[in-house]
């Protein structure tokens, strides 16, 4: 599980936080039962977890995720935080009391979102992330798990904060053109020289959306959805109904 935020330079462009909150892997330990030419017996075992499923899920979240969050987060800023993911199936949210003390202590407010079904240009981990600690840990060559978790490690941490900046300004590029296509995606993905732009020192941290794009794509939000008293042929708790489901 990889976790990345948006890094912070200072007025000088100095870095002043690169934005990584860590990546853990889904493993555990175990003994080795019996000798072979790899270990002895007794030897503890890397092994991957087979089941990613929701528990293991709160596991990570509360033992390295939300720690890790804590500890690496900037103490001038404001502790309201949101953590976007993705709506796999695993992705549920826990509402036990334990959870919910991880979150709100130490003055924290820590809350879970889903980002849009089917939407993975709203995911800064799909914009750049993912494929940069891959195309870096596919230049090595690990013989076990052991070393795989040390390659991947490894890509993670040499990750250019310069480049994650520059994908959560992408991010707001594709957030723009959802706008424009009224919450589609059927679009080219915009190029506006982020490179060119960081070098001549004009890259911006936040962009400026044409106030009418985002009156067209309310007046758009407005118009296709029926409110329920204007249902046709549909008696009100029925109309209710169809509604919740």
Request: proline letters at 6%; hydrophobic letters at 40%.
């Amino acid at each position: 599980m990889a976790t990345i935020g948006k890094p912070i330079f200072g007025p000088n462009g100095a870095l002043v936080h690169d934005g990584k909150y860590g990546i853990f892997p889904f493993v555990y330990e175990s003994i080795a039962k019996k000798k072979s030419k790899n270990r002895d017996v007794g030897a503890v075992e890397i092994k991957a977890t087979q089941n990613v499923n929701k528990e293991a899920i709160r596991a990570m979240l509360i033992n390295n995720v939300i720690p890790s969050i804590k500890a690496n987060w900037p103490a001038y800023l404001p502790k309201d935080i949101f953590i976007q993911w993705d709506n796999a199936r695993s992705h549920q949210i826990p509402r036990d009391e334990e959870f919910e003390t991880t979150c709100h202590s130490e003055g924290f407010n820590i809350q879970f979102i889903y980002q849009p079904a089917q939407s993975p240009d709203l995911n800064v981990l799909d914009l750049g992330l993912f494929n940069v600690i891959q195309s870096i840990q596919y230049q090595s060559f690990p013989k076990n798990l052991k070393e795989l978790i040390e390659r991947v490690t490894e890509a993670y941490q040499m990750f250019n904060p310069e480049l994650n900046k520059q994908i959560w300004i992408s991010l707001q590029c594709f957030m723009e053109e959802i706008l424009i296509n009224q919450g589609g995606n059927n679009f080219i993905p915009p190029h506006k020289g982020k490179k060119r732009l960081e070098r001549m020192g004009m890259l911006p941290e936040q962009l400026e959306v044409d106030k009418n794009v985002v009156q067209e794509a309310v007046n758009y939000l407005n118009n296709i959805f029926i409110p329920v008293h204007q249902g046709q042929g549909i008696e009100e708790d029925e109309a209710m109904q169809v509604d919740a489901d």
